[in-house]
């Protein structure tokens, strides 16, 4: 099974900081990375596929880059409607496997 | 595009739960569907997914054996057959939208429905 490394488990930043969430897998797995975001009492929402590609009607605050093994999330400026758990997911190959998740919070 | 979850509920340690998912607002038979779950104070974990035809499913270590997935595509409608129950299956399971393959992004999630399994 392909392990996915997620980090920090959590952090605070403050409105308009750059934000950076990593996500190591324990193989190759091309670009085949999605981001989601989690908030409480709602359905998880994919923000980022393919590693960089930007979900529609997504902000573009949003980013994502990396392949093979390595691979970052970035929200460029937080704002508070951001507050949530971010998690990675790989779809390289059954089973699927998502990171640990992130979760976010304003300082 | 809609998925709504159904069927959650208390269960004992062994028991069977027949979650239902129904869905609107896409061609639910083009698409790959499948259930994740999150257990109280931990992170997502996959459980199952279900081709497109309904002719190939894969499941988690956690669940193979227990747990069955199946679709009804002329209904619109996922379904994962749970039996002999355990504590550590109590969670929000989520029913999810996947692309034309198994190996997809999941555009579309449920809100979820709650399994607790417990004396």
């Known amino acids: ?107 | 595009a809609h998925l709504l979850e159904s069927g959650g509920g208390l269960v004992q340690p062994g028991g069977s739960l027949r979650l239902s998912c129904a869905a609107s607002g896409f061609t639910f038979g083009d698409y790959a569907m499948s259930w994740v779950r999150q257990a109280p104070g931990k992170g997502l974990e996959w459980v199952s997914i279900i081709t497109s035809s309904g002719a190939s499913s894969d499941y988690a270590d956690s669940v193979k054996g227990r747990f069955t997935i199946s679709r009804d595509n002329a209904k619109n409608t996922l379904s994962l057959q749970m039996n002999t129950l355990r504590a550590e299956d109590t969670a929000l399971y989520y029913c999810a939208k996947a692309g034309a393959t198994i190996l997809s992004p999941f555009d579309i999630w449920g809100q979820g429905t709650v399994v607790t399994v417990s004396s």
């Open chain 1, 1 to 107: 099974d392909i392990q996915m490394t997620q980090s920090p488990s959590s952090l605070s930043a403050s409105v308009g900081d750059r934000v950076t969430i990593t996500c190591q897998a324990s193989q190759d797995i091309s670009k085949y990375l999605n981001w989601y975001q989690h908030k409480p009492g709602k359905a998880p929402k994919l923000l980022i596929y393919d590693a960089s590609n930007l979900e529609t009607g997504v902000p573009s605050r949003f980013s994502g880059s990396g392949s093979g093994t390595d691979f970052t999330f970035t929200i460029s400026s937080l704002q508070p409607e951001d507050i949530a758990t971010y998690y990675c997911q790989q779809y390289d190959n059954l089973p699927l496997t998502f990171g640990g998740g992130t979760k976010v919070e304003i300082k």
